[in-house]
């Protein structure tokens, strides 16, 4: 076993990185757009990922734990559809399970970073950008 410092310091950053990369639930809200009216009134989205410390997504977490990303779609606050995530041609995307409306198609994601007050677009497919902020961010066990 290697005991020089690089070693120790290489281990202590390993597992600083584990320690610090955590499951969270995002709850996401319409943006007041320009107009004075709302992207999307009265839609509001939960997201459960893994995140780095600096709010992105953790890829080999999620892989470790696909199951674990999910998402929730909820109409002023009832006529819930759940999904999961998944990364599909190289973006995140809400796949929508079980009985769903029929105008709810699988939807993209777009973000940098996941962290309360920035920006979120969705993307239903073949449909138009919608903008949500993130509101909450809570840490999972």
């Not at 977490?61 to 696909?66: C, H, K, T, V, W």
């Not at 996941?114 to 961010?137: K, N, T, Y």
């Amino acid at each position: 076993m290697d005991e020089s410092p690089a070693a120790g310091r290489l281990q202590a950053v390993a597992e600083w990185v584990a320690g610090a990369m955590e499951w969270w639930k995002i709850r996401i809200e319409p943006v007041l757009l320009a107009n004075g009216k709302r992207s999307t009134a009265g839609i509001a989205y939960e997201l459960c990922l893994p995140l780095i410390p600096d709010g992105r997504i953790s890829l080999p977490m999620l892989r470790a734990n696909p199951t674990r990303a999910k998402v929730t779609r909820c109409r002023f606050n009832r006529d819930c559809v759940e999904g999961h995530i998944e990364l599909r041609d190289n973006q995140w995307t809400c796949v929508w399970e079980g009985p769903r409306p029929a105008y709810l198609e699988d939807t993209r994601i777009m973000a940098a970073r996941f962290v309360p007050g920035e920006l979120v677009a969705l993307r239903p497919h073949g449909s138009s950008l919608q903008f949500f902020r993130i509101s909450a961010q809570t840490a999972l066990a």
